[in-house]
């Protein structure tokens, strides 16, 4: 499975940000998205994450009201939405492929998704 992200950029507080990831190759095998973001000094953190069949999202508590993630299977493509983008909200955004049925803090751990994106710079200006 091969991931592509892309839609990062340089946005002013309060605006708005669409991130895409395009997934492509053993896409059938794919049973979750999730994407995670990572801060200059900071771990790498769990953001949102979405089924690939039957669409059940989990949202970090940091983002809930302010993000929304949905997919398009016919284009094998997950959409992160954000809205209300907060200077805290910088760092670079990773999108992420799991193999595997999972637990609910399962879908939230690193270590348990297979396939990662290269990741797409989102910087949030105050």
């Known amino acids: 499975v091969q991931l592509q992200a892309s839609g990062g950029g340089l946005v002013q507080a309060g605006g708005s940000l669409r991130l895409s990831c395009a997934a492509s190759?053993?896409?059938?095998?794919?049973?979750?998205i999730g994407w995670f973001r990572q801060a200059p000094g900071k771990e790498r953190e769990f953001v949102i994450d979405?089924?690939?069949?039957?669409?059940?999202?989990k949202y970090a508590d940091s983002v809930k009201g302010r993000f929304t993630i949905s997919r398009d299977n016919a284009k094998n493509t997950v959409y992160l939405q954000m809205n209300s983008l907060k200077p805290e909200d910088t760092a670079v955004y990773y999108c992420?492929?799991?193999?595997?049925?999972?637990?609910?803090?399962?879908?939230?751990?690193?270590?348990?998704?297979?396939?990662w994106g290269q990741g797409t710079l989102v910087t949030v200006s105050s």
């Open positions: 190759g053993r896409t059938f095998s794919v049973y979750g």
């Open positions: 992420a492929a799991r193999l595997k049925v999972v637990t609910t803090k399962q879908r939230m751990a690193v270590l348990d998704y297979d396939y």
């Open positions: 979405i089924s690939w069949s039957g669409g059940r999202t």
